[in-house]
Nanobody
Framework: QVQLVESGGGLVQAGGSLRLSCAAS????????MGWYRQAPGKQRELVAVITSRGTTNYADSVKGRFSISRDYAKNTVYLQLNSLKPEDTAVYYCNANVITTMLAVGGDYWGQGTQVTVSS
């Protein structure tokens, strides 16, 4: 019903930058929060950043001041700007959206397929 398609991952040197994008499509009545999570090898998936429907943002302590989340409400798209990247930022980054599919439905969580970010030292 709802698809999230991510793009923008890749290989970058420490100190470099990347911009991730995630576009939601399908049966969408309204999108509540959208966010980014990441999962490094052998570790649990963790929240990186989230932005609510009103534009309120929240970041993991490890990325504050380096990453920035933004959203294009008309395009149902969320972005994550990654600056001053460190090797420990290496992970698969997943997009998440809480989507209401019809007027009477409750919100459900949807996930993208993930995009690899690799930071070399």
């Amino acid at each position: 019903q709802v698809q999230l398609v991510e793009s923008g991952g890749g290989l970058v040197q420490a100190g470099g930058s990347l911009r991730l994008s995630c576009a939601a499509s399908g049966r969408i009545f309204r999108i509540n929060a959208m966010g980014w999570y990441r999962q490094a090898p052998g570790k649990q998936r963790e929240l990186v950043a989230v932005i609510t429907s009103r534009g309120t943002t929240n970041y993991a302590d490890s990325v504050k001041g380096r990453f920035s989340i933004s959203r294009d409400y008309a395009k149902n798209t969320v972005y994550l700007q990654l600056n001053s990247l460190k090797p420990e930022d290496t992970a698969v980054y997943y997009c998440n959206a809480n989507v209401i599919t019809t007027m009477l439905a409750v919100g459900g969580d949807y996930w993208g397929q993930g995009t690899q970010v690799t930071v070399s030292s």
